[in-house]
């Protein structure tokens, strides 16, 4: 079984560009989470999603940043106008119910350059 | 605000030692506790799941979790180099199905 899988692995953007990170979940697997790990920090939640809806976004920078999990294709993070501050891991979890286990993906790197 | 604590580290133990890795939350209304693993660069991965008081074993891993005292720890036995990493305790409340992380404490096992 394939497990979560995120693309692009390593993404730079320079300030002020759009950053689009996406998400595809374990096969099955209707619930994602995506997290953000800045250097030297732990984990943070940011969005939880489910097909089509918004469940949980209390993570979430009120602007620049958005997220979907549409009905067909992966998730998707997007980050506009990139900051430096903005330079961190992006993981995302995926999981098969609303009180399961939470399975990561292998990140996003991102530097804003 | 809920919190998850844990010991930075670096916690150094030898090879062939038990290591301790320790966690406290906040919220009484914690539910769900995980361990998870994460070397380097590299993504979280699950160790351990415990959800009721006591001990939880898996090969050489132990969990225990103590909800009137708000604690969590992983048991590592028979470490090994290889288990050098950073360890991370997780806690999901009733109210939302997000983790909530403590920092990690850093384990090094030395050879």
């Known amino acids: 079984n394939a497990g979560v899988m995120q693309n692009p692995r390593h993404l730079v953007r320079r300030r002020g560009q759009e950053a689009r990170l996406r998400c595809s979940p374990v096969?099955?697997?209707?619930?994602v989470y995506w997290y953000r790990q800045l250097p030297e920090e732990g984990l943070k939640f940011m969005v939880y999603l489910q097909k089509e809806n918004i469940i949980d976004e209390s993570g979430m920078p009120k602007e620049r940043f958005s997220a979907e999990f549409p009905k067909e294709g992966p998730s998707i993070l997007r980050i506009q106008q990139v900051v430096r501050g903005d330079s961190a891991a992006y993981f995302c979890?995926?999981?098969?119910?609303?009180?399961?286990?939470?399975?990561f993906g292998p990140g996003t790197r991102l530097t804003v350059l | 605000q809920k919190e998850v604590e844990q010991n930075s580290g670096p916690l150094s133990v030898p090879e062939g030692a038990i290591a301790s890795l320790n966690c406290t939350y906040s919220?009484?209304?914690?539910?769900?506790f995980f361990w998870y693993r994460q070397y380097s660069g590299k993504s979280p991965e699950l160790i351990m799941s415990?959800?009721?008081?006591g001990d939880k074993e898996d090969g050489r891993f132990t969990a225990q979790l103590n909800k009137a005292s708000q604690y969590v720890s992983l048991l590592i036995r028979d470490s090994q180099p290889s288990d050098s990493a950073t360890y991370l305790c997780a806690v999901r409340y009733n109210a939302g199905n997000m983790l909530t992380f403590g920092g990690g404490t850093r384990l090094m096992v030395k050879p």
């Open positions: 979890a995926s999981s098969s119910g609303t009180t399961d286990t939470q399975y």
């Open positions: 415990i959800y009721s008081n």
């Open positions: 096969k099955g697997h209707s619930h």
């Open positions: 919220d009484r209304g914690s539910q769900s």
